[in-house]
């Protein structure tokens, strides 16, 4: 699979063929309908577009001509808090993951805008079949054969020359009780940081996804507990919030000797920084326009 995507054509995302691929002379079971629908909620062919017209383009400036296509911007505080570019020195920048992917493009690029392409994401290695994003990649994937490499991919990219980006909770968002948070981040940034002395600078992304998507992600948590039916959702989710302006705040760095303190383990560390994450300036804005935005779409 990792390699589907190393050309760029005008059908680069073909429905299809990866229904031909996955499933061999089954896929001629697959009703038209249900193709259809498929094409439709991945928005095949407007991907198919963008991947087209920024064939050319990787790293930031991919990322760059995504927002655009996606006329999305980002509005900026806590600028003074971006460590120096020129201090010669590594850190680990970790973010709420509110909406599942437009808060990943749109952290890329504020991260490229300040550092250029001396970053790297941790990310599932689906998003490596986009060739201009996967120069920004290091490729994680908890299950099937990949499974065991996952820690010394980690390793490798804690011990790169790279920033690195990570998203902790893994997953996106989830509203539990009518506020819209992270999953429990896990402990592998906290870990990383203090065994690579990194720093470790908090980022609020202000955003949420469709009322529809919080009540299917719950009902796939509880009920289809082996499936990420809402993942099928996501680039669906992200053209809903075309036209967007997002608010990212940028936290001041917390020094990697901090989580030395035994007081808290690794993991209670990192439910520390997310904390942090959720009380930047921000942060209790958004959470009260996300409650609005519930009753208002009448959830």
């Not at 990322?63 to 006329?71: P, T, W």
């Not at 011990?159 to 819209?180: Q, T, V, W």
Request: hydrophobic share 35%; proline share 5%; net charge positive.
């Amino acid at each position: 699979m990792a390699d589907c995507m190393e050309t760029i054509t005008e059908k680069t995302i073909d429905i299809k063929k990866v229904l031909r691929d996955k499933m061999g002379k089954k896929a001629r079971w697959v009703p038209g309908f249900a193709t259809s629908w498929l094409r439709r909620i991945i928005h095949e062919d407007q991907c198919n577009q963008f991947l087209w017209d920024a064939r050319d383009l990787k790293g930031t400036a991919w990322l760059e001509a995504c927002l655009q296509f996606l006329d999305t911007k980002v509005e900026l505080t806590g600028e003074e808090n971006f460590p120096a570019k020129d201090d010669g020195r590594l850190y680990t920048f970790v973010s709420n993951h509110p909406m599942g992917g437009i808060d990943g493009v749109a952290l890329g690029t504020v991260i490229g805008r300040q550092y250029g392409d001396n970053f790297r994401y941790l990310v599932n290695d689906l998003l490596m079949n986009l060739p201009g994003l996967a120069p920004l990649c290091i490729p994680i994937n908890k299950t099937g054969g990949q499974s065991r490499q996952f820690p010394a991919m980690v390793e490798a990219g804690f011990k790169s020359n790279y920033h690195m980006l990570m998203f902790p909770a893994g997953l996106c968002s989830r509203r539990r009780d009518g506020e819209i948070r992270d999953l429990p981040w896990k402990k592998t940034f906290i870990t990383k940081s203090v065994e690579t002395h990194r720093d470790v600078v908090p980022i609020h992304f202000g955003g949420r996804n469709s009322n529809f998507f919080y009540r299917l992600s719950n009902f796939s948590d509880r009920y289809i507990k082996k499936v990420n039916v809402a993942m099928l959702f996501l680039v669906d989710e992200m053209y809903k919030n075309t036209g967007n302006t997002f608010p990212v705040h940028i936290g001041k760095p917390i020094p990697w000797q901090t989580f030395t303190d035994k007081s808290k383990t690794p993991a209670e560390w990192a439910e520390y920084v997310k904390e942090q994450v959720y009380l930047s300036p921000l942060s209790s804005s958004q959470s009260k326009a996300s409650s609005a935005g519930a009753r208002g779409e009448g959830a």
